[in-house]
Every structure is written in C-alpha cells, then in structure tokens.
C-alpha cells in the first residue's frame, strides 16, 4: 500500500515539487480528522489550510 506522500512523489518531477507537495500531509491528517474522526472544524484550521495550500501552490509555480 502506497503513502500519500509516496503518492504525491510520484505526480512530482523535481525535488523541489516533492517536497512542496510533502508539506500537504498535514493537511490531509487534518482533513482526514475532520471527516473520519468528526473533529471540529474551527476558524484557525481554516486559515493554516489556505496558508499551506497557497504556500504550496506558490512553490510549485515559481519554479515551473
């Protein structure tokens, strides 16, 4: 059985990719606890979800 970070390697072509993408593992624990354990979604996840994603999406484009 595949990780989600193995998984995410393998969509990634350059190192740097792997590793922007690695830092969405936080995230989808989160996301998994939200939906799996029924935790409570609160203001401050929101914000540090938008901060990873758009932290991730800068990496993946600036370098492109």
Known sequence: MLTGAALLGFAAN???RRLALRALVPLLAAA???LLLD???SVRLLVAAAAITGGVALAI???S
């Open 39 to 41: 935790e409570p979604a």
């Open 32 to 34: 998994a606890g939200l």
């Open 14 to 16: 350059s190192v740097l």
């Open 61 to 63: 484009r600036g370098r």
